[in-house]
């Protein structure tokens, strides 16, 4: 993501156009990104003065546009919408050229979040020469399929090959459906994988679960077999395409030598001996006198075996011992600091962790990239903007808290432009240790942020501190930034000014 300011000096005055802007907010922006300078006369410089104060803070948005917060007549915030072109693929041309055909949102969809950082310099160029040839495989998987059905009696070569190439295309359709939630989850999830793989492996297994149950129905309903199995293959694909992900998180896990490779194949070694033996399990069971012949029987074997395969699968994520720094770790870290003074090893907050727990539905409640609209809204006056950046000044985030619901207290979160990981851990510290000393009132609340703030300088040196004596390490904190929504401070804000 491209970042532009563009501050006014106090030798030089920016373009007409750019100053009636800001002067009048029912001025449409112009797209504009270079300004021409002259020599300021007396009554510019008069006017770019009052400039200077009215401007506070700049959001900048993922799109390229910008939100503009400037100080009204009564002392009210105004805000005004800037649309810019976004010049991402100019800047980096030599990384981005093969793609710059196709729309921003689909390119958010293909391709990894921060692209080309984020990545290797050969991504792009294996990814597009692997496409053509999954292209290709598939197409060679419908020929067989269809060759398959002839094979167990469906049509045949030299009779009704129609019927064959029929059911075959129904056969491929069903498994369409299924690509489709796979497509979905990894265009749309992608970037939640890294954070919490035992979740997402743990919910894939519920969701495959439940397609197991939409393709067990379909003895029952053998007139919606195709409806039914399709759902089915959807939500096995969906659950594959949560599994798949989550699980090459879990093997660089393991991979602490460079041995990925290594470890994926003895993986496989221990996955195939595992199918072999669950085949040869199945046969014994479906040749039990009595089981094919009663469904309910059946049904009740499926969800016994199911339920012991759900446990299982909980008990095996349960024991891994991630040294990163999630969400999840991360509150549970910074709880246990704020109300003991003491930090867990990664041994035993990995115990602590509650792997099918939503962030959601944690407490304190806090939310991430807000605007500052959403934050304090519009109608309270600029000398609270005033007072959070001024507070906030050396932090790389703002926290403000949310009272309009008496009972549930949610602190709202918004970053600035150069925040990181570490800006996360300090907002979630801040909000913990809010949320332990709550005392606030509607009045209060900026007097407590103020406290907050100082018991956040004085003890999060130390909490990092304990982090490192603990095993965890600053460089495993994967706490992520929301890059939608960015701010920066109008360097030119007068702090002073209100005192």
Known sequence: MLLLSFPFSSSSSPSSSSFLFLQNPNIKPVRCFSQKFHTPRADEKDDQQQQRVRSLLVERYRDGSSKRYILGANSHLQTVREEHEHLLNVV???????????????KDFILPKGYPGSVSDDYLDYMLWQFPTNVTGWVCHTIVTSSLLKAVGVGSFTGTSVAASAAAVRWVSKDGLGAVGRLL??????????????QWRMYADFIGSAGSIFELSTQLYPAYFLPLASLGNLAKAVARGLKDPSFRVIQNHFSISGNLGEVAAKEEVWEVVAQILGLGLGILIMDTPGLQASYSLLTFTWMSTRLLHLWLRYQSLTVLKFNTINLKRARLLVRSH????????????????????????????????????????MEVSSHTVKTLLKLYRKEKYILFVNQQR???????????????????????????????????????????LEESLLELEEGFPGFLRQLEEAGWEKQHIILKVPSDLLFEAADTLDFASDA
């Open 185 to 198: 989850i990894g265009g749309r999830f992608g970037n939640l994988f890294d954070d919490d793989p035992k």
């Open 92 to 106: 980096q041309e030599n990384h981005f050229s093969d793609l710059s055909w196709l729309p921003r949102g689909i």
């Open 338 to 377: 704020v109300m003991h003074q003491t930090v867990p090893g990664y041994v035993d907050c990995n115990k602590q962790e509650n792997i099918l727990s939503w962030e959601n539905f944690a407490h304190p409640q806090v939310t991430y990239g807000v605007s500052m609209e959403k934050m304090i809204g």
């Open 406 to 448: 008496s009972k549930v207290v949610n602190y709202l979160v918004t970053f600035k432009v150069g925040a990181t990981s570490l800006s996360v851990l300090k907002s979630l510290w801040q909000a913990h240790w809010l949320h332990e000393h709550r005392k606030m009132s509607p009045d209060h609340v900026l007097s407590m």
